[in-house]
């Protein structure tokens, strides 16, 4: 089975400055896909950035960048530039690949960006 | 993007009574969603998967009983809670991968607050 550890329950950053987040995972596949999803105080879930397991380029998506080291199972989020609207709870996710896998979530890690 | 759809967003029932919860994707067909409940600030736990035309699977722990689940469209997939009790109050959220699409693409529904008095 695979497991996702975040081991930051919250966080905080000032507007404007850069902010890493952590996550670890544990599987026996090779061939996986890993995720950060950002969930705002509306809950609805929003798909920050995705890394393919077999890329071994970090993915980017404007401000939001991972260091993804899959000998070491890591894959954190940098988030630089951080503004207001950044601050929500954000959850690292593991998929197995294969088509219509279910996603295994860490437990969150809370980020506040204060003004 | 495409859009999934949850009804009702929230609800209020009694304990004892049952309550159904819709997951509709919009504009793509689903073979499968996924059923996740979220407790405050906590994670989403999967509890089940949903197959269209077929029976769902659920993790282990949750009571199938409980908590029934129909897919009986390639665009709509209903969790009933039955017999609804205090402990049961939560947030539910689908998830849809859309079929024939990119395999690590799931389009999440805005959530159901369940509340049982």
């Known amino acids: 089975a695979q497991t996702v550890t975040q081991s930051q329950p919250e966080m905080s950053v000032q507007e404007a400055e850069t902010v890493t987040l952590s996550c670890t995972y544990d599987t026996s596949e090779n061939n996986y896909y890993l995720f950060w999803y950002k969930q705002p105080p509306s809950r609805q879930m929003i798909l920050v950035i995705r890394?393919?397991?077999?890329?071994?380029q970090n993915a980017t998506e404007n401000r939001f960048s991972v260091n993804f080291q899959k000998a070491a199972k890591s894959f954190s989020l940098k988030i630089s530039d951080s503004q207001l609207g950044d601050t929500a709870m954000y959850f690292c996710?593991?998929?197995?690949?294969?088509?219509?896998?279910?996603?295994?979530f860490g437990k969150g890690t809370k980020l506040t960006v204060n003004p | 993007g495409a859009v999934v759809s949850q009804h009702p967003s929230r609800v209020i029932c009694k304990s004892g009574t049952s309550v159904k919860i819709e997951c509709r994707s919009l504009?793509?067909?689903?073979?499968?969603m996924f059923w996740y409940r979220q407790f405050p600030k906590q994670s989403l736990m999967l509890m089940a998967t949903s197959n269209e035309g077929s029976k769902a699977t659920y993790e282990q722990g949750v009571e199938k009983d409980k908590f029934l689940i129909n897919h009986a469209s390639l665009t709509l997939s209903t969790l009933t809670v039955t017999s609804a009790h205090p402990e049961d109050s939560s947030f539910y959220i689908c998830?849809?991968?859309?079929?024939?699409?990119?395999?690590?693409?799931?389009?999440f529904g805005p959530g159901t607050r369940l509340t049982v008095l």
């Open positions: 890394q393919e397991a077999y890329k071994q």
């Open positions: 504009d793509f067909q689903a073979t499968t």
């Open positions: 996710a593991f998929m197995k690949q294969g088509g219509s896998e279910k996603l295994v």
């Open positions: 998830s849809a991968p859309p079929a024939g699409g990119a395999e690590d693409t799931q389009y």
